[in-house]
Nanobody, 130 residues
Framework: EVQLVESGGGLVQAGGSLRLSCAAS?????????IGWFLQAPGKEREGVSC???????YSADAVKGRFTISSDNAMNTVYLQVNRLKAEDTAVYYC???????????????????????WGNGTQVVVSS
């Protein structure tokens, strides 16, 4: 059974940082999975923010470029999302997912549709206080 388990969320002041983790089991990152991070803000649809493909290429949404960084530790079978200079509008549930591919236009991430997601995690809540 494949499981993606997010952790690292919490309450943080605006301008602060968090490192979110996505621990995978039942699949091995070395087998060539593309992993994306998504967020769903209150009252809004879920949208992709960062994605790393199996070759280590990274793509980000414009709204988070320069603030959010995706990385992986394949030995730990874990993908991370470092989120810096947080803003109140970053308040959301953050999800990781194994996706069919990182959808992008150049370096600009295009959010995957649900049909392009193979496995979802359950999410971790981030609340940014202003």
């Amino acid at each position: 059974e494949v499981q993606l388990v997010e952790s690292g969320g919490g309450l943080v002041q605006a301008g602060g940082s968090l490192r979110l983790s996505c621990a995978a089991s039942g699949l091995t990152l070395d087998d060539g999975y593309d992993i994306g991070w998504f967020l769903q803000a209150p009252g809004k649809e879920r949208e992709g923010v960062s994605c790393m493909d199996s070759e280590g290429m990274r793509y980000s949404a414009d709204a988070v470029k320069g603030r959010f960084t995706i990385s992986s530790d394949n030995a730990m079978n874990t993908v991370y999302l470092q989120v810096n200079r947080l803003k109140a509008e970053d308040t959301a549930v953050y999800y990781c997912a194994a996706v069919a591919y990182c959808s992008h236009d150049g370096s600009q991430l295009i959010s995957n549709t649900d049909s392009e997601v193979t496995y979802w995690g359950n999410g971790t809540q981030v609340v940014v206080s202003s």
